[in-house]
């Protein structure tokens, strides 16, 4: 069973970009879309967008100005940046597989990430 | 954006009773062309992330008990946990994959009469 190994820094400053890395521990990022959700108090559960092992993305219209999610197969990794962070991008940050490119089945840990000065 | 809308946001229940949980679609999910209900079920326990339970708003998880099942199609969707368990203790969640973006329920706290 594959497990995704979230990493990036827990603390980002306002007007920064965050940025997160999964990796896979097992199998490969082929022929699976791989998704990034987020979660706080006040939204709840927030789809951010997906890529697609080949290179395709959507995100969410709410952050697509801001949003860049990409794949690297040779590592085995997908990753997350989002821009000119506020607080109100304080979350817990989840990486996912999408399976049959829908659902997710398969979750990382999550990574809080603070937005502060 | 499709709203999924919870119902209750809070719900008691007593060990060994049915626990059920609705979600509301401000649009149908049901895909005609496959004719499937792109809806899902997620269970969040404190602290970890979300598991998926339920996949086609009926399919259950590899290695979910049977004791959690999903039913409904179109607009009105019902997570049932037939006989609660202790570890049944969580949050749970709907969600639509019928189009991007996709789109959670609030959740539903499940806990201990």
């Known amino acids: 069973q594959v497990q995704l190994q979230q990493s990036g820094p827990g603390l980002v400053k306002p007007s920064e970009t965050l940025s997160l890395t999964c990796t896979l521990s097992?199998?490969?990022?082929?022929?699976?879309?791989w998704s990034w959700i987020r979660q706080s108090p006040g939204k709840g559960l927030e789809w951010i967008g997906y890529?697609?092992?080949?290179?395709?993305?959507d995100y969410n219209p709410s952050l697509k100005s801001r949003v860049t999610i990409s794949a690297d197969t040779s590592k085995k990794q997908f990753s997350l940046k989002l821009s000119s962070v506020t607080a109100a991008d304080t979350a817990v940050y989840y990486c996912?597989?999408?399976?049959?490119?829908?659902?997710?089945?398969?979750w990382g840990k999550g990574t809080t990430v603070v937005v502060s000065s | 954006d499709i709203v999924l809308t919870q119902s209750p946001d809070s719900l008691p229940v007593s060990l060994g009773e049915r626990a059920t949980i609705n979600c509301k679609s401000s649009?149908?999910?049901?895909?005609?062309?496959?004719?499937?209900?792109?809806l899902a079920w997620y269970q969040q326990r404190p602290g970890q992330p979300p598991k998926l339970l339920i996949s086609?708003?009926?399919t259950r998880a590899s290695g979910v008990p049977d004791r959690f099942s999903g039913s409904g199609s179109g607009t009105g969707f019902t997570l049932t946990i037939s006989s609660l368990q202790a570890e049944d203790v969580a949050v749970y969640y709907c969600?639509?994959?019928?189009?991007?973006?996709?789109?959670f329920g609030q959740g539903t706290r499940l806990e201990i009469k």
């Open positions: 086609w708003a009926s």
């Open positions: 969600q639509q994959y019928y189009t991007t973006p996709y789109t």
């Open positions: 890529v697609y092992y080949g290179g395709n993305t």
């Open positions: 097992t199998g490969s990022l082929s022929s699976y879309y």
């Open positions: 649009q149908s999910v049901l895909y005609t062309s496959n004719n499937k209900d792109h």
């Open positions: 996912a597989r999408n399976r049959e490119g829908y659902y997710m089945d398969v």
